[in-house]
């Protein structure tokens, strides 16, 4: 469903990634454990033109894990899941294993 939405101009679609509340063992885990802002880039829009005119990229692409910020971004829902569009500017950075 998410893949009908393409963003505009510099920004990012994502859908949030929510943690386990327990472990496999089955112990309740702490909210603030479980409180990471973090998420996965569904779409990305084409970039932004600059002063001279030239396309300055987004800078990051579908796929990547991403660090969000704690507010901000607009809450779109499509069909039963949630997902948040953010500037490229406000993606904090992107997260590898």
Known sequence: MAKRLMPLLNRVLVEKIIPPSK????ILLPEKTT???SGKVVAVGPGHHGREGKLIP???KEGDHV???EYGGTEVKLGEKEYHLYRDDDIL???HD
């Open 23 to 26: 472990t496999n063992a089955g």
């Open 35 to 37: 409180k990471l802002n």
């Open 58 to 60: 987004v800078s990051v």
């Open 67 to 69: 660090l969000l910020p």
């Open 93 to 95: 950075g992107t997260l």
